[in-house]
Nanobody, 118 residues
Framework: QVHLVESGGGLVQAGGSLRLSCAAS????????MAWYRQAPGKEREMVAL????????YYLDSVKGRFTVSRDKRMTSVHLQMNTLEPGDTAIYYC???????????WGQGTQVTVSS
């Protein structure tokens, strides 16, 4: 079992910044990728940013390119999402997601609310 704990959400004005963090614990599994998803009210969950653990290669949703940056720590058990120049359209619950190397199983965090006021 993988336990993911997210932190860093909150309320911010448009143009502001937030940094989300997700720490994995209780596992010896190795992850091959870590990602952030979000889900706004009435909308489907979408992938916002993803980082491949070994290569460090990243992927971003088009609407956040140039504003958001995903990173991992050296132990490769935490993932962060630096969000700058936030817009009201970024308002959503943000979820951390990890995938286990070779096995392919995925685990989710409980979600953290990000609210951007105009």
């Amino acid at each position: 079992q993988v336990h993911l704990v997210e932190s860093g959400g909150g309320l911010v004005q448009a143009g502001g910044s937030l940094r989300l963090s997700c720490a994995a614990s209780g596992t010896s599994f190795v992850f091959d990728r870590m990602a952030w998803y979000r889900q706004a009210p009435g909308k489907e969950r979408e992938m916002v940013a993803l980082i491949h653990i070994s290569s460090g290669n990243t992927y971003y949703l088009d609407s956040v390119k140039g504003r958001f940056t995903v990173s991992r720590d050296k132990r490769m058990t935490s993932v962060h999402l630096q969000m700058n120049t936030l817009e009201p359209g970024d308002t959503a619950i943000y979820y951390c997601n990890v995938r286990i190397q070779d096995w392919g199983a995925e685990f989710w965090g409980q979600g953290t609310q990000v609210t951007v006021s105009s």
